[in-house]
C-alpha cells in the first residue's frame, strides 16, 4: 500500500491537471456518499470531532476521508488542530491500496471545485481577484482561480485581521503576483470581477448591491446552516449555482434565503453535473452576476483522489 505525502499530493494535483480531471468526472454520475460524525464534549464547550466521509462509484472508485479535529491541539499540545487522511481501495476487491495526506487534498480539491466553477461562470477577461479571507486554503483558491482565468492580473486581499492580508499578499509578490491587502472590503467589492470568500463568518460580509454587473462570486466557507458569507441582495441579483443540490440543506448560503422566501428553489439553476454536461447554459452575457456555492462534498473528493490515484499508477 502506497502512502502519498503532501508534497507528492501538491505535485501530482497541479491545477490545469485537477481542473480538466474534475471536469471530466462531472461527465458521469454521482457516486454514493455517506459521512458520520463522533463527538467528545470538552469544557470549553468546543467537542473533539471525528468525521468520516464515505464516496463509492462503483467499478470505478472507492474512499474514504477521515478528519480528526481536537480545537485543544494548539495549546495543550502545539500541534495543528485538523488533521486527516484519505484512503483509496480497490473498487474490484475492496483492497486498501492508497493512503494520501489528508489536508493537502483537501486544500487541492476544495480550490480545484471552484476553479471549475469559475472556468464556467466567470468573465473570460476577468482581471481583479478579490480574496475574502487570508487563511490557510486562501493561497490555494488564489492559484487555481489565476489558473482557471489567466487574464487574472490582480489580486485583492481582505481580511478581519490586517496582518494576516498584509503577509499573504507579501507572500504573493515574492512569486510575482501583483497583490494588495486591503482595508475597505465595501470598496473592493466594487472593482472586483471575481469575489472568492473563504471564511466562517455568520454575519455576510458581501454586498450584492456594491456589485458590478459581471462580476463571479465564489463562496467557500460558510458549511454549516448558520453560515452565511453572502447577503440577501447578493442571491437576489445573482444567477445561482452549487456544485451539488445538496450543499443548500448543509450551507446556510442558500438554505437562509430560501426558508426565510427571498428566493425559491428554482433560483438555483443547477450544478456542477448539469453545467459540464451542458444540461444548462453557464454565463450567458457579460454583465451576468453569476454565484457559485462550493460544498465540497465527498463525490468531490473522490473524483480528485482517484484522478491523483490515475496519474500516480499510470491507469
Same mark, same amino acid.
Given at each position: 500500500?502506497?502512502?502519498?505525502?503532501a508534497a507528492?499530493?501538491?505535485?501530482?494535483?497541479?491545477?490545469?491537471?485537477?481542473?480538466e480531471?474534475?471536469?471530466?468526472a462531472?461527465l458521469?454520475?454521482?457516486?454514493?456518499t455517506g459521512r458520520?460524525?463522533l $463527538?467528545?464534549?470538552?469544557?470549553?464547550?468546543?467537542?473533539?470531532?471525528l468525521?468520516?466521509?464515505?464516496?463509492?462509484?462503483?467499478? +470505478?472508485?472507492?474512499?474514504?476521508?477521515?478528519?480528526?479535529?481536537?480545537?485543544?491541539n494548539?495549546?495543550?499540545?502545539?500541534?495543528?488542530?485538523?488533521?486527516a487522511?484519505?484512503?483509496?481501495f480497490?473498487?474490484?476487491?475492496?483492497?486498501p491500496?492508497?493512503?494520501?495526506?489528508?489536508?493537502?487534498?483537501?486544500f487541492?480539491k476544495?480550490?480545484t471545485?471552484?476553479?471549475?466553477?469559475?472556468?464556467?461562470?466567470?468573465?473570460?477577461?476577468a482581471? +481583479?481577484l478579490?480574496?475574502?479571507g487570508?487563511?490557510a486554503? &486562501?493561497?490555494?483558491?488564489?492559484? &487555481?482561480?489565476? +489558473?482557471?482565468?489567466?487574464s487574472?492580473?490582480?489580486?485583492?486581499i481582505?481580511?478581519?485581521?490586517v496582518?494576516?492580508?498584509e503577509k499573504?499578499a507579501e507572500?504573493l509578490?515574492?512569486?510575482?503576483?501583483?497583490s494588495?491587502?486591503?482595508?475597505?472590503?465595501?470598496?473592493?467589492?466594487?472593482?472586483a470581477?471575481i469575489?472568492?470568500a473563504a471564511?466562517?463568518?455568520?454575519?455576510?460580509?458581501?454586498?450584492?448591491a456594491?456589485?458590478?454587473p459581471?462580476?463571479?462570486?465564489?463562496?467557500?466557507?460558510?458549511f454549516?446552516p448558520?453560515?452565511?458569507?453572502?447577503?440577501?441582495?447578493?442571491?437576489?441579483?445573482?444567477?445561482?449555482? *452549487?456544485?451539488t443540490t445538496? *450543499?443548500i440543506t448543509?450551507?446556510? $448560503?442558500?438554505?437562509?434565503?430560501l426558508?426565510?422566501g427571498?428566493?425559491?428553489r428554482?433560483?438555483i $439553476?443547477g450544478?456542477?453535473f448539469?453545467? *459540464?454536461?451542458?444540461?444548462?447554459?453557464?454565463?450567458q452575457?457579460? +454583465?451576468?452576476?453569476?454565484?457559485y456555492k462550493?460544498?465540497?462534498g465527498?463525490?468531490?473528493d473522490?473524483?480528485?483522489?482517484?484522478?491523483?490515484?490515475?496519474r500516480l499508477?499510470?491507469?
Amino acid at each position: 500500500m502506497k502512502f502519498v505525502d503532501a508534497a507528492e499530493v501538491h505535485r501530482l494535483l497541479d491545477w490545469p491537471y485537477a481542473i480538466e480531471a474534475l471536469r471530466q468526472a462531472h461527465l458521469g454520475g454521482l457516486p454514493q456518499t455517506g459521512r458520520a460524525v463522533l $463527538e467528545e464534549p470538552r469544557a470549553d464547550g468546543q467537542p473533539n470531532v471525528l468525521i468520516s466521509v464515505s464516496a463509492w462509484q462503483p467499478g +470505478t472508485a472507492l474512499g474514504v476521508k477521515l478528519v480528526a479535529s481536537f480545537p485543544g491541539n494548539v495549546a495543550e499540545h502545539a500541534l495543528p488542530t485538523v488533521n486527516a487522511l484519505y484512503v483509496l481501495f480497490d473498487p474490484e476487491t475492496g483492497v486498501p491500496h492508497a493512503v494520501l495526506d489528508g489536508e493537502a487534498l483537501i486544500f487541492r480539491k476544495t480550490a480545484t471545485d471552484s476553479a471549475l466553477g469559475s472556468a464556467l461562470l466567470s468573465r473570460p477577461d476577468a482581471r +481583479t481577484l478579490l480574496m475574502i479571507g487570508a487563511g490557510a486554503i &486562501a493561497p490555494y483558491l488564489i492559484g &487555481a482561480h489565476r +489558473t482557471a482565468r489567466p487574464s487574472l492580473d490582480t489580486v485583492l486581499i481582505w481580511n478581519r485581521t490586517v496582518p494576516r492580508a498584509e503577509k499573504l499578499a507579501e507572500q504573493l509578490r515574492q512569486e510575482g503576483v501583483r497583490s494588495h491587502a486591503i482595508a475597505d472590503l465595501d470598496e473592493a467589492l466594487g472593482v472586483a470581477d471575481i469575489v472568492s470568500a473563504a471564511t466562517m463568518t455568520e454575519t455576510p460580509l458581501i454586498k450584492g448591491a456594491l456589485l458590478k454587473p459581471g462580476t463571479h462570486v465564489d463562496l467557500v466557507g460558510a458549511f454549516r446552516p448558520t453560515m452565511r458569507e453572502a447577503d440577501d441582495d447578493t442571491v437576489r441579483r445573482a444567477r445561482l449555482f *452549487c456544485d451539488t443540490t445538496d *450543499c443548500i440543506t448543509r450551507s446556510g $448560503e442558500l438554505r437562509i434565503p430560501l426558508h426565510a422566501g427571498i428566493i425559491t428553489r428554482d433560483k438555483i $439553476e443547477g450544478d456542477l453535473f448539469d453545467l *459540464c454536461g451542458g444540461k444548462i447554459p453557464g454565463r450567458q452575457s457579460g +454583465t451576468d452576476i453569476t454565484l457559485y456555492k462550493n460544498g465540497s462534498g465527498g463525490h468531490i473528493d473522490l473524483f480528485v483522489a482517484s484522478s491523483l490515484d490515475r496519474r500516480l499508477t499510470g491507469r
